[in-house]
């Protein structure tokens, strides 16, 4: 029998868990000299923030507004950043320009849009930026798909470079040249996509690679700009190319069905492409030379290491993470193996975490319902007084060795923390990764999280009725999904986060791009799908509820939106289901202030426990 739960007891370990700054993204400056990333859980926003790329200075902060930095991407004279900032978790991006040498910010697009903005890039000129919006050129007003337009910062006229016909995510990307704008289209099928070309100076717009309607390739400039570097979905796997831009050619490098290939990307100042290749849910990286086609691991020691550039004098910048230590980013040194040479983005005065208070990832197997294997990472508890699956969001994810606070926290309170890879997932590859649309949302994917719970239970690390679920966006609608469907010695208590109730209003409510994504899984609109959305959406079947519940929602969520949760209150109430609520008036998709997730964390572990101790 464990001993009685004091949640206070873990207070400080948490508070050092949340002291520990987290970097969201990163960028090397075109010239490699400076490196610039976006920092949490220093302040109630996130920041941005910069420091030369050998290290020879101390981090400084550029950006501390009081509105939350959420991308950036650098000017092509390396003298200025773009960032992408919102307010309250709405997603509602508006792009500043910030100086390096001391001048003040510049707003470039408007404070508190109407609209949602998808990138956003200077051109050399330093007077022009493209990006797409989802707005009307003429009357200023919301619509369905996002448009690429080429903004004239001085005068503020906009000119329409693409007009996709349907809603898509895009991320245009200016070629080297400031000639030409690679973007993505949508139109011909929700599960497909395919690149296009527009010119910058408005001239044309053009289809220049599909591989299928419902297909999808990715592309990303090469440094000289005169090719595309490709990575297409095949029938069973993904494979990379290069497309040339003066004849339309395309080479194809790696072609292997063997291999679970996801990404590529050819970084200035090298002469190979950066593979990304995932086994088990484990990035493998590797350089490729594309003239030999000769193909090099890149792993300069434990850990998982994956390079976003090469600095002027030839030292690679690479990530660094695995649970037992906080990613971080490392200055490699010039020549194989690529040793770790120095720590960039370190904080002065916050202090780190020893990797023996943390718990390890243990690769952990089980089979689902039909024979097919699920992997999923393990953390053990010492003390252990229940058992938590926390779920990850996608579905198209996958969870890796990692760092995690919430994980860490859990097991520290005495809790096992699975996080189950069910299929839909990537790292397994194409074939798993698709299995999930066969049945669509709430179908076999959640039979592998069961299955999970179950081998924890056959295996002696859980036990029955001391199990919950947890996740935030489809993690949330795992832990709707469980909590609906499952009997309570499986699942007894369920801590949902943003996740949706109700897949129609999810449907009709969210953002625009991100609708074709509920189609392409559903096989389907709610029109041409009618049965199927309902038979999906936890909100049918709250009265089958046995177990305990804490509903979590961001005020702001633009992407599984709050009336997903008083839709679902209406029916519980209705059915005289008993329910926690906690809400947050500042947050959107996801709870990432940090004086908020340590309201959080301590809510659902606290909520953990009582329901197990309840069972």
């Keep these: ?9 873990f207070d400080p370990f948490l508070d050092r868990l949340l002291d520990l700054p987290t970097i969201y993204t990163a960028g090397l400056s075109p010239d490699g000299t400076q490196l ?3 920092w949490s859980k220093l302040g109630p926003t996130t920041q941005l923030w910069w420091q030369p790329a050998d290290g020879s200075l101390a981090p400084r902060c550029l950006v501390d507004d ?18 992408g900032q919102s307010s309250g978790g709405d997603e509602r991006t508006s792009l500043l320009q910030v100086f390096l040498d001391g001048r003040p910010a510049r707003r470039l697009t408007p404070e508190e849009p109407d609209y949602y903005i998808h990138g956003g890039q200077l051109l050399a000129d330093n007077r022009h930026l493209v990006y797409a919006a989802n707005v009307d050129p003429e009357t200023c007003e919301e619509i369905e798909p996002a448009l690429v337009y080429r903004h004239d910062i001085e005068t503020g006229t906009k000119r329409v470079l693409a007009r996709p016909e349907k809603a898509a995510f895009m991320w245009p990307a200016v070629s080297p040249d400031d000639k030409h704008v690679l973007y993505e289209r949508k139109d011909r099928d929700p599960s497909g996509c395919q690149l296009w070309l527009a010119s910058v100076d408005g001239s044309g717009d053009r289809e220049i690679v599909n591989v299928g309607d419902k297909a999808k390739v990715d592309g990303a400039w090469t440094p000289d700009g005169k090719r595309i570097v490709l990575a297409a979905e095949g029938t069973t796997h993904r494979r990379i190319g290069l497309y040339h831009l003066e004849d339309g050619r395309i080479d194809w490098l790696l072609d292997d069905p063997t291999r679970n290939i996801e990404d590529a990307v050819w970084l200035r100042r090298t002469d190979h492409l ?3 290749e995932v086994r088990d849910a484990r990035a493998i990286i590797s350089l490729l030379d594309p003239a030999s086609r000769v193909e090099q691991p890149f792993r300069p020691g434990a850990g998982t290491f994956d390079p976003i550039g090469m600095t002027a004098d030839g030292h690679w910048i690479a990530w660094h993470y ?3 230590f906080p990613t971080r980013l490392v200055r490699l040194e010039k020549t194989a193996p690529y040793a770790v040479a120095g720590v960039l983005a370190e904080h002065p005065t916050r202090p780190g975490i020893a990797a023996s208070d943390l718990a390890a990832a243990e690769d952990y197997r089980w089979k689902s319902v039909d024979g097919l294997d699920i992997q999923g990472w393990l953390y053990r508890a010492r003390q252990p007084r229940g058992t938590i699956l926390l779920v990850h969001g996608g579905p198209t994810h996958h969870d890796e060795d990692e760092f995690d606070v919430e994980i860490q926290y859990y097991v520290a309170c005495g809790f096992h923390v699975l996080t189950p890879n069910y299929r839909g997932s990537t790292g397994f590859g194409l074939a798993y990764e698709e299995a999930i649309k066969q049945q669509g949302w709430g179908g076999l994917e959640q039979a592998d999280i069961r299955a999970g719970a179950e081998e924890l239970i056959r295996d002696g690390i859980a036990t029955r009725g001391r199990i919950g679920i947890t996740g935030t966006s489809y993690g949330g609608y795992s ?15 369920a801590a949902p986060i943003c996740g949706m109730t109700d897949l129609v209003v999810d449907y009709e409510t969210t953002r625009p791009d991100l609708r074709p994504y509920s189609e392409e899984m559903m096989g389907g609109s709610p029109q041409q799908a009618p049965a199927r959305y309902r038979e999906r959406s936890p909100i049918h079947f709250v009265g089958n509820i046995k177990g305990k519940l804490l509903i979590i929602q961001g005020d702001n969520d633009p992407n599984v939106t709050p009336q997903n949760v008083t839709d679902v209150i209406s029916r519980l109430k209705a059915a005289g289901i008993d329910y926690e ?10 709870i990432g202030r940090p004086a908020n997730q340590r309201i959080l964390y301590r809510r659902i572990a606290d909520f953990f426990a009582r329901a197990f101790a309840a069972s």
């Design 322 to 324: 695995a649970a037992q």
């Design 274 to 276: 950066i593979i990304e």
């Design 66 to 83: 009081g509105r939350d930095c959420d991308d950036l991407i650098w000017a092509r004279d390396s003298r200025s950043v773009i960032v």
């Design 581 to 590: 609520l906690l809400t947050f008036d500042d947050e959107g998709h996801g």
């Design 36 to 38: 610039a990333w976006i």
């Design 1 to 9: 029998m464990s001993k009685p739960f004091d949640l206070a007891a």
């Design 479 to 493: 832990s709707w999904w469980a909590i609906t469907h499952f009997p309570t010695d499986i699942i007894a208590a």
